[in-house]
T-cell receptor, first 109, second 115 residues
Framework: EDQVTQSPEALRLQEGESSSLNCSYT??????LFWYRQDPGKGPEFLFT???AGEEKEKERLKATLTKKESFLHITAPKPEDSATYLC??????????FGQGTILTVHP | ETGVTQTPRHLVMGMTNKKSLKCEQH?????MYWYKQSAKKPLELMFV???????ENNSVPSRFSPECPNSSHLFLHLHTLQPEDSALYLC??????????????FGPGTRLTVL
């Protein structure tokens, strides 16, 4: 059975304090690893897709990396507006995405 | 309108009511999805439609009935729901189901409360 585990469940940072979120996965056949950002009361917003181990993608203060067993979302010098829940999902066959439970990030000014 | 839209944004219904959720995508995609998001639980895939054909029913109770009249519109008909069905219902779309390679784009969701 496909499984996605995100850690930590919650992370509190000071503005400018860099850190990383972890997404560990067990799947029978990884097609893609997806990161989303979700603000309270809104739908998830797509951030990145990673397809193969060693791949990296960046967007502003966010950088996503992928190994054969996990993905990291690195946040460099975060700002309060980066506060959100970050979701990781793995794609398998026929468009199925299996999601982790998310990491709630709070950045204090 | 751009992206994926959902109506209504909020819905309160009794257990004997019948209501419908509507989703429309303006991205030219061919696959559409319904997800359920409950507090403290990961998003749960409910249904998948690819080119209007249902390709996935993730053991969803029959009180939830999906309908996909074309590739741009998706409905979720609700009937005789239970209080535990209260959740955020999210619609998403992607280019097609393409074996899990394509990113999905989500709507804002419908917050459903069942009394």
């Amino acid at each position: 059975e496909d499984q996605v585990t995100q850690s930590p469940e919650a992370l509190r940072l000071q503005e400018g304090e860099s850190s990383s979120l972890n997404c560990s996965y067990t799947v029978s056949g990884l097609r893609g690893l997806f990161w989303y950002r979700q603000d309270p009361g809104k739908g998830p917003e797509f951030l990145f897709t990673l397809y193969s181990a060693g791949e990296e993608k960046e967007k502003e203060r966010l950088k996503a990396t992928l190994t054969k067993k996990e993905s990291f979302l690195h946040i460099t010098a975060p700002k309060p507006e980066d506060s959100a829940t970050y979701l990781c999902a793995v794609g398998t066959s026929y468009g199925k995405l299996t999601f982790g439970q998310g990491t709630i990030l709070t950045v204090h000014p | 309108e751009t992206g994926v839209t959902q109506t209504p944004r909020h819905l309160v219904m009794g257990m004997t009511n019948k209501k419908s959720l509507k989703c429309e995508q303006h991205l030219g995609h061919n696959a559409m999805y319904w997800y359920k998001q409950s507090a403290k639980k990961p998003l749960e895939l409910m249904f998948v439609y690819n080119f209007k054909e249902q390709t996935e029913n993730n053991s969803v109770p029959s009180r939830f009935s999906p309908e996909c009249p074309n590739s741009s519109h998706l409905f979720l008909h609700l009937h005789t729901l239970q209080p535990e069905d209260s959740a955020l219902y999210l619609c998403a779309s992607s280019q097609d189901v393409s074996g899990g390679y394509n990113e999905q784009f989500f709507g804002p969701g419908t917050r459903l409360t069942v009394l």
